[in-house]
């Protein structure tokens, strides 16, 4: 059932330079999840007014286990390691798997998009886009070692404290966490 909503926050508490999304979710009342969305919703702080329109939510089935696919999808992974160099402190790269088959987030200075297919634990990644800001030099080389080892994932998998494995054949791996 669709629910009316309105977020307004005062213009001086974003940051033009920053990056936002808006994410929903609806829990009970244990805390668990009941629907998310599962598509980003870029922000551009330099508006005075957006209409992000209808925000779709997907449900998320109770009491069965999720598949591996299903896992991926339904938030936003913090990566906390590209390569076993841990990130840049205070950089934020993220991963959301879309049911639109595409992962989005943002590299720590620019905003992505990749296709991607899973098949049981494997993971292929098509081509992708970037924005095209300009990123201080520590930055553009997390950046580049991140959308490399993305452009090649062939597999991932969940450890035994939830965190999100990806790998590629090379071994090179990526690290994020809900």
């Given at each position: 059932m ?9 213009g001086?508490e974003?940051?033009?330079r ?5 994410r929903?979710?609806i829990l009970?009342s244990l805390g668990r ?5 599962d598509?980003?919703?870029l ?5 005075a007014a957006?209409d992000l329109?209808?925000l779709m939510?997907?449900r998320?089935a109770a ?6 696919a ?5 938030g936003?992974w ?5 390569g076993?160099?841990?990130?840049i ?5 993220s991963?959301v798997f879309g049911h639109d088959?595409?992962?989005t ?15 049981g634990?494997?993971?292929?990644v098509?081509q ?10 520590a930055?553009?080389?997390q ?5 490399q080892?993305?452009?090649?994932l062939?597999?991932f998998?969940?450890?035994e404290?939830g965190?999100?494995?990806?790998s590629t054949?090379d071994?090179e791996?990526?690290t994020?966490r809900?």
């Amino acid at each position: 059932m669709p629910i009316a909503f309105t977020l307004n926050l005062p213009g001086r508490e974003l940051d033009p330079r920053g990056r936002y999304a808006v994410r929903g979710t609806i829990l009970d009342s244990l805390g668990r999840l009941l629907w998310t969305t599962d598509t980003t919703h870029l922000i551009d702080p330099t508006q005075a007014a957006i209409d992000l329109g209808a925000l779709m939510m997907v449900r998320v089935a109770a009491g069965e286990e999720p598949t591996a696919a299903e896992r991926l999808r339904g938030g936003e992974w913090k990566v906390e390691d590209i390569g076993g160099r841990g990130i840049i402190d205070f950089t934020h790269v993220s991963l959301v798997f879309g049911h639109d088959s595409r992962i989005t987030g943002v590299t720590g200075c620019n905003s992505y998009s990749v296709p991607y297919e899973v098949s049981g634990d494997r993971l292929s990644v098509g081509q992708g886009i970037s924005t095209q800001r300009a990123c201080l030099p520590a930055l553009r080389d997390q950046e580049r070692k991140f959308l490399q080892i993305l452009s090649e994932l062939t597999r991932f998998k969940f450890s035994e404290t939830g965190a999100l494995i990806l790998s590629t054949a090379d071994g090179e791996t990526l690290t994020a966490r809900r």
